[in-house]
Each structure stands twice: as structure tokens, then as C-alpha cells.
């Protein structure tokens, strides 16, 4: 007789989140111990890798294969692990300043290389761990930073419009407020071949109290799962940033293709010899 | 009221299952709320809730007595009847915050409790099964105890002034 909760019990390490009290990222950790107890999957079979700041502290937390690497660099990282052990489940768990500017551009072509990864971005519009900048999900106007005290005056960078141009092959959003829809929408994404995208909304109640707020803002978004990406697009720019569900899933191949090797091993020998 | 309840349940091994889940993830968000808490130097309220985390592991332990021999069927996370975000005894995460008095955290604790009695309460009402009905009842009154026993404890605790100075306020260097 046990639950998911039990199960989930499993996963977790027993290193203490210094996270803020109330902070999003909680939920976020809970999802993920509750989706790998679902999938069951052995600990053993999972890697989480990770970048810098706050959220990036996560893979400490679980009780897996985890790599904490250089700021921004998550996903190259994970996609080398993949592509070396192809047996592992990778995920791959940042912030909006890690992902979205400092590994920008690696946030691109993981996308539309479509490596078999999960790639969850905690997304609290604000440098947290640094005490507080604009990040590039932070509103133009949002003057609470003396570094930008009328605003950056620069438009927000779109995750997951971004992430759909760029190729990623399974796109959705979640809210840490909403621990079930996250916890679905994980176990979707890690069952997902190829590079899925799981865009989280999670507030920071030191820097970004009033992201407090968002429980009352966050709403279904309206034209649900499509694999179309063009339509997916067009539903995307239409939405307020603050639609959930997964907005986009396709099936295509996956990178690296592996085909099996064509010649025997004496073959091999013959070829390569020592 | 809204209702507490996604759907009806309708055999002991899916209420058992409700039940248990409920309880562990409670006692299980207890004792990561005390950890955070003792990280954040709020020691009171850390050893409140380790306190009631070890009233929720009894109450855990109460179940799974009452399901031994029971095959309980593997409900996904998000499957659960329930129609609050965890479960109705679990103390949201983001009503938290690192300066939060003893007798803040004893309120929520009894929000939580009474959501968990009026969830057996509701369940007792609306279930078709016989079986199912008096077990959540004889549920809904061993949560009335646990509601009357942290109204006594609240009452007890001292009520904090309004405004507590932040000692510690977050660092804005810039």
C-alpha cells in the first residue's frame, strides 16, 4: 500500500532548499518528484542538469544523477549527457535570466535540434539570486530595480513563442500554483521523444511580491494542444503570457539519429585494426 | 461554498487511496516547511511545523492501518478528487513567508484541517457506497478533533504585534 506521495519521497535528497518561504520553485520540485514516482522511473536512469541562480540550485535537491553547471550552459551540458548516455532521462531545470539571456543563444538550437531533453524554465521575471535586476521576461515598464528605475524600456523576450520558432518539438506553460496541471504536463514532456519545453510561471514573493497576483491571472489557454505550428504561433501571440496548458506537440525526428551499426565486430576489427 | 470534491468516490480501496495520499503529502509538507523555516532562522515556527508533522505522520499511520490488506489502485497526481490545487490538508506553499509568526502558521495549519474535515464531510454526503460513506464520516470526525485541538493551541499561542520589524530585510546592493 503506498501513494505518490510516498513514491515520491524517493527522489528527494536530503539537502534543505534554501529557497525564500513561499517561493515558486517549491512546487516546482514537488512536481518533479511526483512525475518521476508516476513514470517510475529508476533514480539511477535520471540525470537533472542545471545552470546558475536560484532555481538552478534544484538538482542538489533530488536524490539523481544531477550536474549544477556554469551559468547559462544547462542545456549544452545536457544535451552532451544525452547524447553520450542515451539510456537517461534528462531534465534540465533553470531560471529566466540563465536560460533566456546568459544561454540565449543555447536556448535556440537545443530547440531546433530537438534533442531529447526537458527542459524546465522556472520563470519568475526578476534576477533573484543577484537580489533583484531585470531579466528578459521582466515587463519594459517595471522600475522596482534602482539598476532600471524607470523600466528597461525593452520588450519582453517570449519563451514559448520563441521556443515554438525555434523548433522545439512540445511546447507548453504551467503555473507553480497549479501543481497538478505542472505535474501532468512534466510526465507529458519527459514522455515526449525530443526536446520539450515546459515554461513555468513561478513567483518570487522577495523580489516580485505581487506575482502573489498570479493565482487570480493564470487562465487555460484557449486553443488548446495543436500540432500545427503555424496555428500554434498565431494562438501564442495572441495569448497574455499567462495561458497554461501545452499549446504545441509534434512528432519529429529526434537528434542525433543513430542508425545501428551495419558491419560485425571481426568487420570492425579488420577495419580498425590495433 | 464550492465544492471540495472533483467527482464522486465510490469504493473503499479509492477512498483509502484519497486518504492516504492526503495525509502523507500533509505530514510530507510539514516537515519541508520546518526545514525552510529552520534555513531561514524562524525557528519557532519550525518547530511548530515539525510538531504537526508528527501529527500528520500519526494520522498517515492511522490509514494505512485501516486500508492493511487493501490493494490501493495507482491514481495519477493530478487524478485525485479533490478540487484544491494539493490536498485539502496541505498547507499551500505560497501562503508562506520567511517572518511569519507562530500564530500565523497555526492559522493556516486550522484552515487546512477544517478543508480536510469538510472534504470527509462532503464525501460522507455524496458517495453511493455505504462502506465508503461511514468511513469518511468516522474521517470528518477524527478531523473535528484535530480542528478542536489546533483552535486550542491557537488560542494559546500569543498574538503577534501587526507590524514585526524585518531584521534581516532582502539586500538590494544596487
Not at chain 1, 130 to 155: F, I, N
Not at chain 1, 192 to 216: I, N, Y
Not at chain 2, 33 to 55: I, S, T
Not at chain 2, 60 to 83: C, N, Q, Y
Request: glycine residues 8%; negative net charge; aromatic residues 8%.
Amino acid at each position: 500500500m503506498s501513494t505518490i506521495a510516498q513514491r515520491a519521497r524517493v527522489y528527494k535528497s536530503t539537502v534543505r532548499p534554501i529557497w525564500c518561504p513561499g517561493c515558486g520553485h517549491f512546487a516546482v520540485l514537488a512536481a518533479i518528484t511526483r512525475a518521476l514516482a508516476f513514470l517510475d522511473l529508476p533514480r539511477e536512469e535520471v540525470a537533472v542538469v542545471s545552470g546558475i541562480g536560484c532555481s538552478s540550485r534544484l538538482p542538489a535537491y533530488l536524490d539523481s544523477y544531477g550536474f549544477h553547471g556554469l551559468h547559462g550552459r544547462a542545456l549544452p551540458l545536457a544535451t552532451g549527457l544525452k547524447i553520450a548516455r542515451p539510456d537517461l532521462n534528462v531534465l534540465v531545470t533553470g531560471g529566466d535570466g540563465d536560460g533566456f539571456s546568459i544561454g540565449g543563444n543555447h536556448f535556440l538550437h537545443a530547440c531546433r535540434r530537438n534533442v531529447d531533453l526537458t527542459y524546465i524554465a522556472m520563470d519568475n521575471r526578476v534576477y533573484g539570486m543577484t537580489k533583484g535586476q531585470a531579466s528578459p521576461t521582466t515587463a519594459p515598464d517595471w522600475s522596482k530595480s534602482q539598476l532600471t528605475p524607470h523600466g528597461t524600456g525593452v520588450r519582453r523576450f517570449q519563451p514559448a513563442a520563441i521556443a515554438l520558432a525555434a523548433g522545439a518539438t512540445f511546447v507548453a506553460r504551467g503555473y507553480s500554483g497549479d501543481p497538478k496541471g505542472i505535474t501532468r504536463m512534466l510526465v507529458e514532456a519527459i514522455r515526449h521523444p525530443g526536446f520539450a519545453f515546459l515554461h513555468v510561471l513561478s513567483p518570487c514573493v522577495t523580489f516580485r511580491p505581487e506575482q502573489r497576483a498570479w493565482k487570480h491571472e493564470v487562465h487555460p489557454f484557449a486553443a488548446g494542444t495543436g500540432a500545427d505550428p503555424v496555428e500554434a504561433a498565431s494562438q501564442l501571440q495572441a495569448d497574455d503570457g499567462l495561458g497554461l496548458g501545452i499549446f504545441y506537440q509534434q512528432q519529429l525526428p529526434v537528434w542525433p539519429q543513430r542508425e545501428k551499426p551495419s558491419g560485425s565486430l571481426a568487420e570492425l576489427e579488420r577495419e580498425f585494426p590495433v | 461554498m464550492s465544492s471540495l470534491l472533483t467527482g464522486p468516490i465510490e469504493s473503499v480501496a479509492e477512498f483509502l487511496a484519497h486518504a492516504l495520499e492526503m495525509e502523507v503529502e500533509s505530514a510530507e509538507r510539514y516537515r519541508e516547511l520546518a526545514d525552510n523555516m529552520a534555513v531561514h532562522n524562524n525557528p519557532g515556527v519550525a518547530e511548530l511545523f515539525r510538531q504537526l508533522a508528527v501529527e500528520g505522520d500519526a494520522h498517515a499511520a492511522h490509514v494505512e492501518r485501516r486500508g492493511a490488506g487493501v490493494a490501493l489502485p495507482d491514481i495519477a497526481p493530478w487524478a485525485f478528487k479533490w478540487s484544491s490545487p494539493d490536498g485539502p490538508e496541505s498547507l499551500p506553499l505560497d501562503e508562506l513567508h520567511y517572518l511569519m509568526s507562530r500564530h500565523q502558521a497555526l492559522e493556516l495549519a486550522l484552515h487546512n484541517e477544517i478543508r480536510g474535515r469538510d472534504f470527509y464531510a462532503e464525501l460522507a454526503r455524496a458517495s453511493k457506497n455505504a462502506e465508503v460513506r461511514a468511513l469518511a464520516a468516522e474521517m470528518a470526525e477524527e478531523e473535528g478533533r484535530h480542528v478542536a485541538m489546533l483552535r486550542d493551541w491557537l488560542a494559546s499561542e500569543a498574538v503577534p504585534e501587526p507590524s514585526t520589524p524585518d531584521l534581516d530585510p532582502p539586500h538590494s546592493p544596487e
